[in-house]
């Protein structure tokens, strides 16, 4: 008997950039599963609109992306530990008539670590670079993974103190600070066992911060979520230094990963995302 069509989606704006579709529809034909996954352009004031046409659409499965991932909460009947904890939506469950609001960004970054780097991220120190939307689950995920001690360092200092007072009222097993890049102490990069550029620092355009890398332990894992170009100037002044790296693609593979997990039950065809994801990177 031939099976209904569902859909699974990304909303946001603009999406035609994401390589969402392509990984998530690669995922679903490994397994000859009856999806599609299709990328939706969503204004934000289309947004009431655009969930009250989800049956009709037979859409049952959703990532959001920016500007959309706080907007789409009040659309939730209920949100995940993290996503509260985040503030954020990136991935919505249809569970019969209810919607429930996840997060699966920070997540896909500690599994990406895990399964990329062989990292495990309890008990070490990490210095963490930004506090935008991407550091805070970053952050998060780092306090629900029993990280020792976060130190925030963010353009707008201020931004970087805020979310660390708030973090370390909800994680008693991690320090939080925040810290300006001239103010912090030297022999802390020494002590570091993680650096995380979580900022646009690296992206075409926007140059990167002169950090004082050199400093840096050889056991210190350099990892930089900017994705494209697939080696970042951070990346490569790592390498040069012999650091050992991690590479953004890895967030953007095990955050997807998650959310097909939670919307199929299957275990993602990580390989398969994995080649369709380096393919399109490389252009
Ligand atoms: N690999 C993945 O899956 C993944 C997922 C999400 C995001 N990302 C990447 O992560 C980056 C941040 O995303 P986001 O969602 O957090 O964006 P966001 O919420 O807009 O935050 C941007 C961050 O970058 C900082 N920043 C922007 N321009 C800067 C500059 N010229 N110099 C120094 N700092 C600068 C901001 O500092 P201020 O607070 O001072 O403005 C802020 O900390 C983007 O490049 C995005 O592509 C990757």
């Known amino acids: ?11 946001g704006d603009p999406v035609s950039h994401s390589l969402s579709p392509l990984m998530h529809n690669a ?6 599963l009856p999806y599609l996954y299709m990328p939706f352009p969503v204004k934000n004031e289309e947004l009431p609109d655009f969930f009250s046409s ?21 659309f939730m009947d209920s949100l995940s530990r ?15 008539k209810k919607l429930i609001g996840r997060n699966t960004d920070g997540a896909g ?18 210095i963490l670079l930004g506090a935008g939307g991407a550091a805070r689950a970053i952050a998060v995920a780092l306090g629900l993974s029993g990280t020792r001690e976060v130190l925030l360092i963010n353009r707008t200092p201020k931004k970087a103190h805020d979310l660390a007072s708030e973090l370390g009222k909800k994680f008693s097993q991690t320090v939080f600070s925040a810290s300006s890049l001239d103010d912090i102490d030297i022999s802390y990069w020494a002590l570091a066992d993680l650096l995380i550029n979580a900022t646009s620092m690296g992206m075409k355009g926007i140059k990167l911060w002169p950090l004082p890398l050199h400093k840096l332990s050889k056991k210190t ?12 100037p951070l990346l490569r002044r790592a390498r040069r230094l012999k650091l ?6 890895g967030m953007l593979l095990y955050q997807g ?11 993602a065809p990580i390989a398969v995302m994995k080649q369709v994801l380096l393919d399109a990177l490389q252009y």
């Open 109 to 126: 970054f500690i599994t990406s670590l895990r399964e990329e780097a062989r990292y495990d991220v309890e008990k070490k120190h990490v």
């Open 257 to 267: 990963a998650l959310s097909f997990e939670m919307w199929t039950g299957r275990p």
């Open 27 to 32: 995922a679903l034909g490994h397994y000859k």
């Open 82 to 96: 993290e996503a509260r904890l985040i503030g954020a939506v990136n991935t919505v469950i249809m569970k019969g």
């Open 54 to 74: 989800l049956n009709r659409r037979k859409i049952v499965g959703l990532n959001v992306t920016i500007p959309h991932k706080q907007a789409v909460i009040p």
């Open 1 to 11: 008997m031939k099976q209904k069509l569902k859909i699974l989606g990304i909303i």
């Open 244 to 249: 050992k790296t991690h590479p953004g693609w």
């Open 221 to 232: 894992i350099v990892s930089d979520i900017v994705y494209n170009p697939l080696e970042t």
